[in-house]
């Protein structure tokens, strides 16, 4: 450009730092910002505002915090949207305090916030669940001539629903079409969501019916009503409530359906929240029907309605409709994601399938552009020949050179080795995530514990149980009190009983709750023992 002879203006130098900053290349940007100020460009509000927007957004508060501050050395006036950036990122380190210091010296300072400024910090009371401050700066936002709208509204019923008090979101819901703002599809996803998670599927439904109905439909429809047709608002009123009246709600429910949307339209998300919380309540044929009337309404199924319809089916034994539904998935261009493979691989595990799941992550593999070829094959003859250890060290060795490795898989496997009574399998595949620095999950590391009790291998259980310690992981009372009542058992092994108590003690185990009443006898008995010895050997 400069070669040309065209000069850069304001906009060019901000279009490239906002650019670098939302890439997420902070260190570039800034280098970019210094050049600029090198070339006698002076930067203003707005490009401060996207390196600070940058920073925040790369969890650098720190580095906005100081850079806010040279823009009040410089003598340059904050606007509103710099203000609503800096609150969003004290907001999002829950500090609050300070985010409302800010909003107050910003109206000191004659700038008076916007509806998209107040929503930053009710959003961030609501995540904390202090939903009266929130409910108390939805008030405020009038004060300014400024009115809530539909963000705000979405933001505190999420919060209620969050912190189970549906009925206030319910009624801020009702309440909105009286101050004449319409919910958007957010809101209506919010709502149904809280509905699932409280199990009133069948008003989450409603609230499906609601939003496609739309609140001035266009009443025509899509498939012929015979000389019984529904041409306008009266009409349909009358044919719903006849079919209602006669008890065929359903078909009642299928007319609704069939009419063309106008109002607010659900998207895939509204549908997988409803699907999920049908299967979630065990209503799987009734998720199944609403998974087929989205395909009918134009709807593509994604990743996430087939990896929560796939679930649903395992959980209520149905395996076979769920390898059904994963074929139909990949025949409609739906490329499974990684979830629903460990979904699968998970269930296989469980019903004693480990080499099933295993195939199924290479499958995955397999189907990624990238992956080592050769490496995958010599993965698979290690596991043909029934070398898990080695097949599993040589899956390592090629995930860990990626970036976005997943450990999941490897977790999967050790709970599914364990579940098959494989344990001395299980101990060594735990020992080569060990050494290749691979996370081993509590749930994981609980199976193990487990699995290494009942064979009477207390030694290595114990070692497991100081790896949660060091990870940080608090293992269930059921699970220390096993380990511990197995220790206690024998006279040889209660010092490292004793051991794992002050271990435990030390890293925040609160061992009045946590210690049964077995356990405690136990405990007593082993001690009153060490100090019977201990007389016994100063008489001597």
């Known amino acids: 450009m400069k070669t040309r002879g065209c000069r850069p203006d304001s906009a060019t130098y901000n279009a490239l730092l906002d650019g670098f900053c939302k890439c997420g290349q902070i260190d570039e940007a800034f280098k970019l910002f210094k050049s600029f100020r090198a070339d006698g460009y002076n930067v203003g509000i707005r490009g401060f505002g996207c390196l600070i927007d940058g920073l925040i957004k790369a969890k650098r508060i720190s580095g906005a915090e100081k850079l806010f501050q040279q823009v009040l050395d410089a003598g340059l006036v904050p606007d509103i949207i710099l203000y609503t950036i800096m609150m969003r990122g004290l907001t999002e380190l829950g500090r609050m305090e300070d985010a409302t210091n800010m909003l107050r010296d910003m109206i000191g300072k004659g700038v008076m916030p916007d509806t998209r400024c107040y929503n930053v910090l009710i959003k961030g009371f609501c995540d904390l669940g202090l939903l009266d401050e929130a409910r108390s700066l939805e008030l405020e936002i009038s004060q300014h001539n400024q009115f809530p709208n539909s963000c705000t509204y979405t933001i505190l019923i999420c919060g209620l629903c969050r912190n189970g008090l549906l009925g206030e979101a319910q009624e801020i819901f009702n309440g909105m079409e009286k101050l004449n703002c319409s919910p958007s599809v957010v809101t209506f996803n919010a709502l149904i969501d809280g509905l699932c998670k409280a199990a009133k599927v069948d008003e989450a439904r409603l ?258 149980f100081l790896y949660t310690i060091e990870r940080g992981y608090k293992l269930m009372p059921r699970v220390c009190n096993g380990l511990l009542q197995r220790l206690l058992g024998s006279k040889e092994r209660a010092a490292v009983a004793f051991e794992l108590l002050d271990k435990m003690k030390s890293v925040g185990y609160d061992l009045n709750s946590c210690v049964h009443h077995n356990t405690r006898f136990l405990i007593r008995h082993r001690y009153s023992e060490r100090i019977s010895e201990n007389v016994l050997s100063a008489a001597r």
């Open 207 to 464: 609230m499906l019916h609601k939003m496609e109905i739309g609140k001035n439909p266009s009443l025509f429809l899509r498939l012929s009503q015979g000389t019984d047709r529904v041409l306008d608002s009266a009409s349909l009123h009358k044919k719903v409530e006849t079919l209602v009246e006669s008890g065929l709600i359903h078909k009642a429910y299928k007319l609704l359906i069939q009419l063309a949307d106008s109002g607010v339209v659900p998207n895939i998300k509204t549908y997988n929240t409803l699907i999920n919380g049908m299967c979630k309540d065990g209503q799987v044929d009734r998720a199944l029907k609403v998974f087929e009337e989205l395909k009918h309404k134009g709807h593509f199924p994604d990743s996430v309605t087939y990896a929560t319809l796939i679930e649903g089916l395992q959980r209520v034994d149905r395996e076979g409709d769920a390898y059904k539904l994963f074929k139909h998935m990949n025949e409609n261009g739906c490329k499974p994601s990684a979830s629903v493979y460990k979904t699968l691989m998970t269930w296989s595990c469980r019903r004693r399938k480990t080499s099933v799941a295993f195939g199924l992550w290479l499958e995955y593999l397999r189907s990624l552009a990238g992956r080592e070829g050769e490496a995958l094959k010599s993965t698979e003859k290690y596991f043909e020949k029934g070398d898990f250890e080695m097949a599993v060290r040589s899956l390592l060795e090629m995930d860990m050179k990626l970036v976005d490795f997943d450990s999941g898989p490897y977790n999967i496997w050790l709970v599914g080795l364990c579940q098959t009574n494989r344990v001395d399998v299980a101990i060594r595949t735990f020992s080569v995530l060990e050494e290749f620095n691979v996370v081993v999950s509590a749930p994981g590391c609980v199976k193990l514990i487990e699995a290494l009790c009942s064979e009477g291998n207390l030694g290595k259980a114990v070692d497991v």
